[in-house]
């Protein structure tokens, strides 16, 4: 009697390890394929980014004479455009140059705390090349004048884009909770983080939720 109910305890422990290695098996399979998706995806991107850009500067350069043709000079621009209008933009031209003394500022004490804090954190670089991307000074079709102004608003944009991926990893690292209303512009991290009032659930989930 004594050793038919080890058996059935043995019997019992041995299904439960089974079982035990059966959801653990299931979830590294899971995990693999994401891990598997994830590389598909980003290898596709990688792959249409280059075919853009093979396709771009293969067009530019069999169209780089038509192009080159439809360059109008800064000064018959300047003569073209009204007089109101070239005052308008004179006026503000000290309002808008002056704003590049902010964003070098914001640039480098940003990139001071996501080279020094990341790695204390744990936390994935984010790719600079990634998010600052200067080529429209390769069309012929604008002059050196509107070359300067886009890389001005590349700059601009890109740090933008750039300083919002930094804060929405540190966000997703020390706050992951979503907002009571729906953001307008959600961030790459915001649908990881856990619902406004689920305080237990991010209580649990929180070093789940670190790990990028």
Known sequence: MKNEKQNKNFNHDLNNL????LVTKNKRLKNVEELKRRI????????KRLYA??????????KREELRLQKISVWKKFIKNSFGMNCRYILSM???YMMIIPAIILHITTEIYHRVCFRLYGIPMV???EYFIFDRHLLPYLN???KFNCFYCSYFNCLISYVKEISARTERYWCPIKHSRPLKDEHSQYDKFVDYSDGEVLRKQWNRIRKF
């Open 18 to 21: 089974f079982e035990r290695l």
């Open 40 to 47: 598909t995806t980003k290898l596709d991107l990688e792959i």
């Open 53 to 62: 850009k093979k396709n771009f500067i293969s067009d530019l350069w069999v």
């Open 94 to 96: 000290p309002f808008i």
């Open 127 to 129: 790719e600079i090349k």
């Open 144 to 146: 050196w004048f509107e």
